[in-house]
């Protein structure tokens, strides 16, 4: 069973920004879609961004178009999100996922297997 492991999280002002890391324990799952997703105080969990494994295809919320990329390194079985011109409402604990499948979705229930999820603050 692929475990993650998500870091980088952190305390950032905003226009600020942070590059998260998510490490698969194994490579098992390492062509499957994954994702990220995040869940602010109060609300519920929300897609950000989805990739294939060879980026074929990648999906970003409306939200984050354009100031977040996510990206990968098959060979470390790691995923990067890297986020810029980060805004107050970006905050929310982050987690990335691996997909059930190989495409790309923005529903959660697509994604078994989750990370434990890093916090990120942005102040204003």
């Known amino acids: 069973q692929v475990q993650l492991v998500e870091s980088g999280g952190g305390l950032v002002q905003a226009g600020g920004s942070l590059r998260l890391s998510c490490a698969a324990s194994a490579r098992t799952r390492s062509s499957y879609a994954m994702g990220w997703f995040r869940q602010a105080p109060g609300k519920e969990r929300e897609f950000v961004v989805c990739n294939t494994w060879r980026g074929a295809t990648t999906n970003y919320a409306d939200s984050v178009k354009g100031r977040f990329t996510i990206s990968r390194d098959n060979a470390k079985s790691t995923v990067y999100l890297q986020m810029d011109s980060l805004k107050p409402e970006d905050t929310a604990v982050y987690y990335c996922?691996?997909?059930?499948?190989?495409?790309?979705?923005?529903?959660?229930?697509?994604?078994?297997?989750w990370g434990q999820g890093t916090q990120v603050t942005v102040s204003s």
């Open positions: 996922a691996v997909a059930r499948q190989y495409y790309c979705s923005s529903d959660s229930s697509a994604y078994d297997v």
